[in-house]
């Protein structure tokens, strides 16, 4: 069985940096990619970044413009999100996910998410 354990969230001022962390265990060899989501309240879950395990290749979402960074420690079998110049419209519960199929984009394990709240 896969778990997925985000953490590192929490409140931050307008301006300000918050490094969100994400433990993978159980069959981490299956995974294709790990993703990070958010999502505000009254509004959709947003997909904001993504790396593939076993090459590190990441993609953003274009609105970002470049504030977030992913990455991924393979031996330690964690992912990691920098957030930089965070804004109060960044507030929401971020989550992290795995991927197993590299054909669909379709994410298969969800952490349990972790508060991110960002004061004016």
């Known amino acids: 069985q896969v778990q997925l354990v985000e953490s590192g969230g929490g409140l931050v001022q307008a301006g300000g940096s918050l490094r969100l962390s994400c433990a993978a265990s159980?069959?981490?060899?299956?995974?294709?990619?790990m993703g990070w989501f958010r999502q505000a309240p009254g509004k959709e879950r947003e997909w904001l970044a993504a790396v593939t395990w076993s090459s590190g290749r990441t993609y953003y979402a274009n609105d970002l413009k470049g504030r977030f960074t992913i990455s991924r420690d393979n031996a330690k079998n964690m992912v990691y999100l920098q957030m930089n110049s965070l804004k109060p419209e960044d507030t929401a519960v971020y989550y992290c996910a795995a991927r197993q199929d590299p054909l669909v984009v379709k994410y298969d394990y969800w952490g349990q998410g972790t508060q991110v709240t960002v004061s004016s």
């Open positions: 159980g069959r981490t060899f299956s995974f294709y990619a």
